[in-house]
């Protein structure tokens, strides 16, 4: 079972920065890829930015330039570094991770997901 816990989120005014983290705990083999999503009132959850575990990272095109995603693997934390952000960022934010497991004799991907952050960014 893995227990992600984010931190960060808050009010910030559009142009400001806010960095936001997540700590994975519990009982795994390893964490593979993680990232962040955002769902924003009424819509649909999306992604904003993921990361695997050597370092390679992938953007939304909405957040690239903006947003930093980086993680350290030996304290299994995954961070978003926002900039410059804008009044359409305001979302709750969720981290996600994945770890293999055994199930059914398969190794399978399991998705786990934070309880999600609020960032909320005022024009």
């Known amino acids: 079972q893995v227990q992600l816990v984010e931190s960060g989120g808050g009010l910030v005014q559009a142009g400001g920065s806010l960095r936001l983290s997540c700590a994975a705990s519990?009982?795994?083999?390893?964490?593979?890829?993680m990232g962040w999503y955002r769902q924003a009132p009424g819509k649909q959850r999306e992604l904003v930015a993921t990361?695997?575990?050597?370092?390679?990272?992938v953007y939304s095109d909405s957040v690239k330039g903006r947003f930093t995603i980086s993680r350290d693997n030996a304290k299994n934390t995954v961070y978003l570094q926002m900039n410059s952000l804008k009044p359409e960022d305001t979302a709750v934010y969720y981290c996600?991770?994945?770890?293999?497991?055994?199930?059914?004799?398969?190794?399978?991907?399991?998705?786990?997901w934070g309880q999600g952050t609020q960032v909320t960014v005022s024009s």
């Open positions: 990361i695997t575990r050597p370092g390679s990272s």
């Open positions: 996600n991770a994945k770890d293999p497991q055994f199930k059914g004799g398969k190794l399978v991907e399991a998705d786990n």
């Open positions: 519990g009982t795994f083999f390893r964490i593979n890829a």
